[in-house]
C-alpha cells in the first residue's frame, strides 16, 4: 500500500529499540510523530510507554499525548485517557500543550463527556492561538469542531472544520487533514448528503495512501459503507464495511465495533435479522468496554429491533434502558427504535410519543434520515392515512437524499394504505432487486408494520436466513413453543421440503445415539402442532401428516422458502443456459429469494450441512450467473451490485475485483474504481496472494 512501507517501519523501530536512554527515545518519537503515530501498534506503544515511565507513574508530556493519540485513532479510549491523565505537563511548551489538550478533548467526545470536551477544546484553543502554530491550531480546531457537533451547532461545526483543514494543509499534517475531511464526511453523512460525504472520503482515502494509517483508512472505509448504505447500495456498503473489519481485527482495535455496527444496519436494512443482531451484538459489546457511546447506542437501537417479534418485552425494555445512557449526539436512535418497538407491540400512543420526540430531535440536528423514519412512523402509529401529510414529507427526503431502498419502502406503505394491490407488489419486487428480503424475520420498522399478505399457503416456514414461521401472515414468537425439539423437528421437516423423513430417523436427528425415543418423538409432534394451530381449528394432520411410518409437511398448507428458491433458481439457470431471452429476468427474482444461508444464526446438527451447501452454492450460482450475464448486456452498470454481493460471499474473489474495477473505469468512475482497487489489494495482502498493480487491473491484464 502506498505510504505504508514495511522496510520504513522496520527501520523506525530499530532506531527507537536502539534509543540510548529515555529522553533519546522520546525525542525519536517527536521527531518521527506521523509515521511513529500511524505504523505502531498498541503492544510497541506499551513497550515504549514503559521505557519511559516515571517512578511516580508519569509520563513526558511529549510523549504521553502523542501516545494516547495513537490508541485513540486504535479506539483504546480508555488507555488513551490514562496517557493524557498521566502526562507531564509542566514541563511542556504551550504548542506542546495544545496539542495534548486538544487530544484529551478528543477522546473525552467519544467517551460522551460533554464537561471535559468542552473545558480540554476551550484550553487547547487559547493555548494554540497564543503559538500560532499551524500544527497546534489545527488540532485545537478539530476539537472545537467535535464541541460543536456535541452542541448541536452544525454552522459552527463546519466552520471549525474548515479552519482545521486550512491550518492542517499549512503544517502539512497529512493525517490531520485525512482526520478532517473523514470527520467533514460523517458531518454530511449525519445530514444525507452523501455524495458530499463520497468526495471528502475518497479524498481522505488518497491522503491516507502517503501516511499509511490502517485504522485510519478502515475509519474511512466505514464511513463510506455508511454513505453507500445511505444510497440504497446495501451489497457494496457491506464489501466497505467488511473491509474495514478486517483492518481494525488486524490492528487488534475496539473500533471494530463502528464496523460492526454498519453491518448491522445494513444487515437490517435488507432483512437478516440474525446476521444483523449477532453484529449489534458484537458492536455493542466492543462499544461498552471502551465506553464508546457513539457505537454504543446505535447498537443498542439496532438490536432491540431485531429482537422485538421474538421477545418484544425484552426488545421494549432495551430500546428505554438505551436512553438512560449518555450521548453526545443525542438520543434520536432511541427514540426511533422505541417508536417502532412499541407500535409492533400494539402500543400506539407510546409508540406516537416516541416518534414525535424524535422528529423535533431530528429536525433540531438536520438528521434527514431519523427524521423521514421517524415521520413515518409517527403516520403509521396514528392509524396509517394514504393521505397523512407526513408519509409525503418523509417520501420528499428519501428521494431528495437519494436512498431508493427507502423511496421503495415509503412507496409499498402508500400502497398498502391505499389499498393498492398491484402497486404494492411492484413495490415489493422493486425492493427484492435492491437486496431487500421484505419476509424476513421480523425487525421493528415500516415493512413490519404492512408486512406481506401470505396468500400462498395458510403457513409459511422461512428457512432461509432465520427461521421464522408465519401462521396467516404473523410470525409466532419464541415463547409460543414449547419445546426446542418442537422447533427443531420442524426445522428438520422443512430441510426435507415435502419429503417424508421415517419416524426412526426423525428421532435419531433429534437425540442422536438414543435409545427408546418413540414416545418423546409423540410429545415433540404433539407440541409442534399445538404450536402451528394453537386453536385446535384443523384435525392433527393438517400440517404436519404423520403416519406409523413418517413424517411430512403438507405442501399444500406449508410452504417453504427454500423449496421455492430451488425452484426457481434451476428454472433460471436452466434459461440463461438456453439463452432464453427473460433469463436475466428470471435469474433477478430467483437471486431475490436468496434471502441468505439455511438456517442462519442456528447452531443446528450435520443433518443440516448437506443442504446448507446445496442452497448456498446454488444462490451464488444464481447470483454469478446474473452478475456476468448483465456485464455482456446492454446496461453493464446493472452488473456492480451483484459483482458487490458476490465480493461479500467471496472478498478473495480477484476475477471479480478486476470486473468491478473494468465497468467503473468504463463509466468515468474513477473513485470508486480506486476504492474497489484498494479493497483487492488488502484483500490479497491478508492471505499473501500476489497484487496486480492498479494499472494491471485498469488495463485488463
Known amino acids: 500500500m502506498a505510504g505504508f512501507q514495511p522496510e520504513a517501519r ?13 529522553q533519546a527515545l522520546v525525542d525519536l518519537v517527536v521527531g518521527h510523530t506521523t509515521p511513529t503515530i500511524s505504523w505502531l501498534s498498541a503492544r510497541e506503544w506499551a513497550a515504549l510507554a514503559d521505557r519511559v515511565r516515571r517512578p511516580d507513574g508519569r509520563y513526558p508530556g511529549e510523549f504521553a499525548w502523542r501516545c494516547g493519540y495513537a490508541h485513540h485513532h486504535l479506539g483504546m479510549y480508555s488507555r488513551a485517557l490514562h496517557f493524557f491523565e498521566q502526562a507531564d505537563a509542566d514541563r511542556l511548551d504551550d504548542c506542546e500543550l495544545a496539542h495534548l489538550y486538544a487530544c484529551h478533548a478528543g477522546t473525552a467526545w467519544n467517551r460522551g463527556d460533554v464537561e471535559l470536551c468542552e473545558k480540554y477544546a476551550e484550553q487547547a484553543l487559547v493555548l494554540a492561538e497564543a503559538t500560532g502554530d499551524a500544527g497546534a491550531l489545527a488540532f485545537a480546531w478539530v476539537s472545537r469542531a467535535l464541541l460543536t457537533a456535541m452542541q448541536g451547532d452544525r454552522h459552527a461545526n463546519a466552520a471549525a472544520y474548515v479552519t482545521a483543514l486550512e491550518h492542517a494543509t499549512a503544517s502539512g499534517d497529512l493525517l490531520t487533514q485525512t482526520r478532517v475531511h473523514n470527520n467533514l464526511a460523517s458531518s454530511h453523512l449525519e445530514e444525507a448528503r452523501y455524495a458530499q460525504a463520497v468526495e471528502h472520503l475518497q479524498t481522505g482515502l488518497l491522503l491516507n495512501e502517503a501516511t499509511g494509517h490502517l485504522s485510519v483508512q478502515a475509519l474511512l472505509r466505514i464511513n463510506m459503507a455508511d454513505a453507500l448504505h445511505g444510497l440504497g447500495r446495501l451489497d457494496e456498503a457491506l464489501v466497505e464495511a467488511e473491509a474495514a473489519r478486517a483492518i481494525w481485527l488486524s490492528v487488534h482495535s475496539p ?19 440474525a446476521q444483523a443482531a449477532m453484529a449489534f451484538e458484537e458492536s455493542a459489546r466492543l462499544a461498552e468496554a471502551e465506553g464508546d457511546t457513539q457505537s454504543l447506542i446505535p447498537s443498542l437501537a439496532g438490536l432491540a429491533v431485531c429482537r422485538v417479534a421474538d421477545d418484544p418485552e425484552a426488545a421494549r425494555q432495551l430500546a428505554v434502558d438505551t436512553l438512560e445512557l449518555p450521548a453526545a449526539m443525542g438520543h434520536v436512535p432511541s427514540y426511533v427504535a422505541a417508536g417502532w418497538v412499541h407500535l409492533h407491540s400494539g402500543d400506539r400512543e407510546q409508540a406516537l410519543s416516541f416518534g414525535e420526540r424524535a422528529v423535533r430531535e431530528a429536525g433540531r440536528r438536520r438528521d434527514l434520515v431519523r427524521l423521514a423514519d421517524a415521520l413515518e412512523l409517527c403516520a403509521l402509529a396514528s392509524g396509517g392515512d394514504h393521505r397523512d401529510p407526513r408519509l409525503a414529507e418523509a417520501a420528499s427526503i428519501w428521494e431528495s437524499i437519494g436512498n431508493v431502498v427507502r423511496a421503495r419502502i415509503n412507496d409499498v406503505i402508500l400502497a398498502r394504505l391505499a389499498g393498492g394491490l398491484l402497486a404494492e ?35 409459511h416456514v422461512h428457512v432461509l436466513g432465520t427461521f421464522v414461521v408465519y401462521r396467516d401472515g404473523t410470525p409466532i414468537p419464541t415463547n409460543a413453543w414449547a419445546s426446542r425439539k418442537a422447533r427443531d423437528a420442524l426445522k428438520i421437516l422443512a430441510v426435507q421440503g415435502g419429503s417424508a423423513i421415517s419416524r426412526e430417523a426423525l428421532a435419531e436427528l433429534l437425540w442422536p445415539g438414543e435409545r427408546d425415543t418413540g414416545g418423546r418423538l409423540s410429545v415433540a409432534l404433539s407440541q409442534l402442532r399445538s404450536a402451528l394451530d394453537p386453536e385446535r381449528e384443523h384435525d392433527s394432520g393438517h400440517f404436519v401428516v404423520a403416519d406409523r411410518a413418517t413424517v411430512r409437511l403438507d405442501p399444500d398448507r406449508v410452504s417453504v422458502d427454500a423449496v421455492a428458491f430451488r425452484q426457481a433458481a434451476r428454472e433460471a439457470l436452466e434459461a440463461d443456459r438456453a439463452g432464453r431471452p427473460d433469463a436475466v429476468e428470471l435469474l433477478e427474482a430467483a437471486a431475490a429469494r436468496h434471502t441468505g444461508s439455511l438456517l442462519d444464526g442456528d447452531a443446528y446438527a450435520a443433518w443440516a450441512e448437506s443442504a446448507a451447501d446445496e442452497l448456498g452454492q446454488l444462490g451464488r450460482d444464481v447470483i454469478r450467473t446474473l452478475a456476468f450475464a448483465l456485464v455482456e448486456g446492454d446496461d453493464p452498470q446493472r452488473a456492480v451490485p451483484w459483482l458487490a454481493r458476490l465480493l461479500v460471499e467471496d472478498p478473495y474473489d480477484e476475477p471479480t475485483y478486476r470486473a468491478v474495477v473494468g465497468l467503473l473505469l468504463a463509466d468515468r468512475r474513477h473513485g470508486e474504481a480506486r476504492r474497489h482497487y484498494r479493497a483487492y489489494a488488502l484483500r490479497m495482502a491478508e492471505i499473501d496472494a500476489p497484487v496486480s498493480t492498479w494499472e494491471e487491473i485498469a488495463e485488463g491484464d
Open 10 to 22: 522496520a527501520d523506525l523501530l530499530a532506531l527507537l529499540a536502539d534509543a540510548p536512554d529515555e
Open 255 to 273: 473500533m471494530a465495533a463502528a464496523a460492526w455496527q454498519v453491518i448491522g444496519g445494513v444487515q437490517s436494512a435488507r432483512g437478516n435479522v
Open 425 to 459: 407488489d411492484v413495490a415489493r419486487q422493486r425492493l427484492r432487486a435492491l437486496g431487500v428480503h421484505d419476509d424476513a424475520w421480523g425487525i421493528a420498522g415500516p415493512l413490519l408494520a404492512v408486512r406481506p399478505r401470505e396468500v400462498t399457503a395458510d403457513l
